[in-house]
């Protein structure tokens, strides 16, 4: 499976952004596709994730109230809508799949994309 993550860029606080990761190649439908970013200086943390075989979302606290992920199968694609902005969601976004037990932690993800970077100025 690989990856494109895109949709970054510069926004202003309290703005809007939609990233989208397209998968190419062999998706499982039990496979979780999720949103992890990570800010200078910082661990990496999870953001959001779904999977392709449900309408379940998953979020972090970071992204609860303000940040939103679908996926649409026939593109192979996962959207994740971010709405009110803070400084504090600075950071490179990756996203990522996998077989995942447990969809917040990292290494149950078995392939990532490039990362696409996210600016919030103040």
């Known amino acids: 499976v690989q990856l494109q993550a895109s949709g970054g860029g510069l926004v202003q606080a309290g703005g809007s952004l939609r990233l989208s990761c397209v998968a190419s190649?062999?998706?499982?439908?039990?496979?979780?596709v999720g949103w992890f970013r990570q800010a200078p200086g910082k661990e990496r943390e999870f953001v959001a994730a779904i999977r392709w075989s449900s309408n379940s979302p998953y979020y972090g606290d970071s992204a609860k109230g303000r940040f939103a992920i679908s996926r649409d199968n026939a593109k192979k694609t996962v959207y994740l809508q971010m709405y009110r902005l803070k400084p504090e969601d600075t950071g490179v976004y990756y996203c990522a799949a996998g077989s995942t037990d447990i969809v917040t932690r990292e290494s149950d993800y078995g392939y990532w994309g490039q990362g696409t970077l996210v600016t919030v100025s103040s």
């Open positions: 190649g062999r998706t499982f439908s039990d496979d979780a």
